[in-house]
């Protein structure tokens, strides 16, 4: 699969502080996507980015996709512990192709109280 | 939403046995299943993609003997590894694509430990 190469590894911070990871490729993707996932469990879709340029929120979450199609990243504002967990981003070349996604190495996000 | 229910949520088995794990798409249809494998602290490694009613394809560098994939309706894809060995221990997901859509929705996942 494409290489999506993701940073930071691992985040540790206080409660309320924000926190910003990104991905990036060097392959064009049609569709990025990111992941929460709980140990144990598996991934949980957060947010989906389907246009060059396309910045979405979900509550305290933010993503952009990046205008050249080859990156991006997610924000977490006013950090919470219940945050904690690994973050995952995830490209896919083609849409409604039946092409699995791409998934970057993750970062693992502690929050203290 | 869409939800994919995965089962068994943990296994553990004897070094040489077999163990299959099953994804069912509820309330939806999904054409497109992949399995994914994951190790601790790594990312998700994708295995294989089942189409219903097709062979699967497989990743390079997964043995489609080893790894038997079956996708016999819409809304049911197995995933039977066989001759079980401990490097075979992994926490395994499954993954459906919403048909008509760019969505994916995965599984819980199958945490295997071959003793």
């Known amino acids: 699969g494409q290489q999506l190469n993701q940073s930071p590894q691992s985040m540790f911070i206080q409660e309320g502080e924000d926190v910003s990871m990104n991905c990036t490729s060097s392959?064009?993707?049609?569709?990025w996507l990111w992941y929460k996932q709980d140990p144990g469990e598996g991934p949980v879709l957060l947010i989906a980015?389907?246009?060059?340029?396309e910045l979405t929120s979900n509550g305290r979450l933010t993503a952009q996709f990046g205008i050249t199609r080859k990156d991006s990243f997610l924000n977490i504002s006013a950090s919470i512990p219940s945050d904690v967990g690994i973050y995952f981003c995830?490209?896919?070349?083609?849409?409604?192709?039946?092409?699995?996604?791409?998934f970057g190495k993750g970062t693992s996000l502690l929050v203290t109280p | 939403g869409a939800v994919v229910s995965q089962h068994p949520s943990w296994v553990i088995c004897k070094s040489g046995t077999s163990v299959k794990i099953e994804c069912r798409s509820l309330?939806?249809?999904?054409?497109?299943m992949f399995w994914y494998r994951q190790f601790p602290k790594q990312s998700l490694m994708l295995m294989a993609t089942?189409?219903?009613?097709?062979?699967?394809?497989?990743e390079q560098g997964v043995e489609k003997d080893k790894f038997l994939i079956n996708h016999a309706s819409l809304t049911l894809s197995t995933l039977t590894v066989t001759s079980a060995h401990p490097e075979d221990s992994s926490f395994y997901i499954c993954?459906?694509?919403?048909?008509?859509?760019?969505?994916?929705?995965f599984g819980s996942g199958t945490r295997l430990t071959v003793v």
């Open positions: 392959s064009i993707f049609n569709t």
């Open positions: 995830a490209g896919q070349l083609f849409p409604n192709s039946g092409y699995a996604l791409n």
């Open positions: 309330d939806f249809q999904a054409t497109t």
């Open positions: 993954s459906a694509r919403l048909q008509g859509s760019e969505g994916y929705t």
């Open positions: 089942s189409n219903e009613g097709s062979k699967a394809t497989y």
């Open positions: 980015l389907y246009k060059a340029g």
